[in-house]
């Protein structure tokens, strides 16, 4: 496979569940973002990792906990969400955390029952 | 901070028809500017982008975007739309070489009538 891989594409779960998305990019690249698209808002940036390292955490609720065990995986981590938590999740990544051109993941649709 | 508007929401276009998409960003020096495209259910997709030099940028599938710094804007043009060309389209800047934050606007969606 190449370029940026997510799974699951759809995850319907319970607010008391725990759930985990993963994104794999198949680029070489060393950084890698999560992302949340809410219908008709402007995509937030939540995370952003940098060899492997959080670099950024831009004011996340501790529901959703990310983790980055190589520069070729991130995951996220999520429990106790609640409805509103409902979005698109999308994965990017790229050369290094100054490069200019991030590339996207097709995302997973999540839905908080 | 670093800020972009993309102030149509919703266009119609006939197919054959020119298009083009608005966006103005707020930012004080010479910014990164990028547009995205993503079709029903898919993620974004890089369309063209803009760093430095020729103010006028050719992209993917036949768009273009021309950098105007006077005005502020970047916006998106295509001079004969296609049924496939039916999806939301988003703006984003980032700030400089240091800045890895993209900011992006609230999108902008096309829809292509026969």
């Known amino acids: 496979e190449t370029g940026v891989t997510q799974t699951p594409r759809h995850l319907v779960m319970g607010m008391t569940n725990k759930k985990s998305l993963k994104c794999e990019q198949h680029l070489g690249h060393n950084a890698m973002y999560w992302y949340k698209q809410s219908a008709k808002k402007p995509l937030e940036l939540m995370f952003v990792?940098?060899?492997?390292?959080?670099?950024e955490n831009n004011s996340v609720p501790s529901r959703f906990s990310p983790e980055c065990p190589n520069s070729s995986h991130l995951f996220l981590h999520l429990h106790t969400l609640q409805p509103e938590d409902s979005a698109l999740y999308l994965c990017?990544?790229?050369?290094?955390?100054?490069?200019?051109?991030?590339?996207f993941g097709p995302g997973t649709r999540l839905l908080v029952l | 901070a670093q800020s972009v508007t993309q102030p149509d929401i919703h266009i119609t276009v006939s197919e054959g028809a020119s298009l083009e998409l608005r966006c103005n960003y707020s930012y004080g020096a010479t910014p990164y500017l990028f547009w995205y495209v993503q079709s029903p259910g898919q993620g974004l997709q890089l369309l063209l982008k803009?760093?430095?030099?020729?103010?006028l940028v050719q992209g993917i599938k036949g768009f273009e975007a021309e950098f105007k710094r006077s005005q502020s804007s970047f916006n998106l043009r295509k001079p004969s739309v296609h049924w496939s060309d039916a999806a939301e389209y988003f703006c984003?800047?980032?700030?400089?070489?240091?800045?890895?934050?993209?900011?992006f606007g609230a999108g902008t969606t096309v829809t292509v009538r026969a």
């Open positions: 990792y940098n060899f492997k390292e959080q670099t």
């Open positions: 990017a990544s790229s050369q290094r955390r100054a490069e200019e051109t991030q590339y």
């Open positions: 984003a800047v980032r700030g400089g070489s240091n800045d890895y934050k993209l900011s």
């Open positions: 803009y760093f430095s030099g020729d103010t």
